[in-house]
């Protein structure tokens, strides 16, 4: 059985800062004050994006989740 290296908060936020570039690509409705508040919390910017694209919770998780699922690696 493998272990799996959780990242703790300090270096989801560090990340997180690394990646608004590409967030604010990715949704460029949203500011750039805003996704640094979000800190790269997935519920956060779901709620976001819903709210200023006006699309359903699912539709934006979806989104957020392809987002984060393509910046890996």
């Known amino acids: ?6 990242p703790n908060l300090d ?12 967030a ?3 949704w460029g409705k ?7 508040q979000v800190q790269g919390h ?3 910017l779901a709620g976001l994006v819903q709210e200023r ?7 934006a998780d ?3 989740r392809g987002f984060f699922d393509g910046q890996k690696g």
């Open 53 to 59: 694209y006006g699309i359903t919770r699912s539709e």
């Open 42 to 44: 997935h519920e956060k």
């Open 11 to 22: 270096e989801i936020r560090g990340k997180w800062k690394q990646q608004v570039g590409a």
């Open 62 to 64: 979806t989104q957020v």
């Open 24 to 26: 604010k690509v990715a």
């Open 1 to 6: 059985m493998t272990s799996i290296a959780i």
């Open 30 to 36: 949203l500011t750039d004050d805003e996704l640094l």
